[in-house]
């Protein structure tokens, strides 16, 4: 049994329509898995982060990126347009574990990477490791189509937000996450600049409160001292003084 059906964790059909043809659903992988259209976004993740960003990732004879991530535990917002797959996204919630086929623990993709477990991304991409029903991963976002970006992004926040969210952590461009605070999110960068691939990407913290008036984006940078106090690194929880330290004045 999966570790969401363990906590009664239940989908609803969940979708959302952009007017222009455009649809993202919410999907257990067995549902992508079953429907070609939907199969197509594994696909999409070779194209994008295989052959484009030149990341060393798993891909199958079929040509699908896949991976030690993909399985029951993970839930997926696609993206079709006119019969066909335009874009995604995974979702993972931090405190869900399994043993691999390795018969190692999996988790989810920062953690692991904090834990030495992924040989590509650094031990310390991220300042926070959250295992916490209330807090989200996202990863593997492809977007084709920049107008409706926002709405997509919007959608998946929702949806979190509805089963209990409060926080969601993603690897991120760094020009998307100041666009994000641009929307009106609460967003802060929780990690160094980290090159995988062919791109700079750093770890990002999403409070998924609805989207107010905030800030410039420069103010968001350092993560609120309760952030690291509750989900910090113990790197991070060692550093806290001299990380929140008042300057002299």
């Excluded at 295992?131 to 709405?151: A, C, F, H």
Aim: negative net charge; aromatic residues 10%; charged residues 25%.
């Amino acid at each position: 049994m999966s570790f969401l059906g363990q906590n009664s964790f239940a989908l609803d059909r969940f979708q959302v329509e952009y007017g222009d043809g455009t649809v993202s659903r919410v999907m257990s992988f067995d549902e992508v898995m079953a429907c070609p259209v939907s199969r197509h976004y594994f696909q999409l993740r070779r194209e994008v982060f295989v052959e484009a960003m030149e990341w060393d990732l798993p891909v199958t004879e079929a040509g699908e990126e896949i991976d030690q991530y993909d399985g029951d535990d993970a839930i997926y917002v696609i993206t079709t347009k006119g019969g066909e797959c335009v874009g995604g996204c995974r979702l993972m919630l931090t405190n869900a574990v399994r043993v691999g086929d390795d018969g190692q623990p999996v988790t989810y993709m920062i953690r692991d990477a904090l834990e030495g477990r992924l040989r590509d991304i650094p031990e310390d991409v991220s300042q926070i490791k959250p295992v916490d029903p209330g807090v989200w991963e996202m990863t593997r976002v492809i977007s084709q189509n920049p107008v409706t970006y926002k709405l997509f992004m919007a959608f998946v926040i929702d949806f979190m937000r509805s089963r209990g969210g409060e926080i969601c952590i993603f690897l991120s461009r760094p020009a998307s996450a100041p666009l994000c605070n641009r929307w009106g999110y609460e967003v802060y960068e929780v990690g160094p600049r980290v090159g995988l691939g062919r791109a700079q990407f750093v770890a990002v913290c999403c409070f998924l409160a609805r989207p107010d008036v905030r800030q410039p984006y420069e103010a968001y940078k350092c993560p609120p001292r309760s952030l690291i106090e509750r989900f910090g690194t113990p790197v991070a929880q060692a550093t806290l003084d001299r990380l929140y330290a008042q300057p002299a004045e």
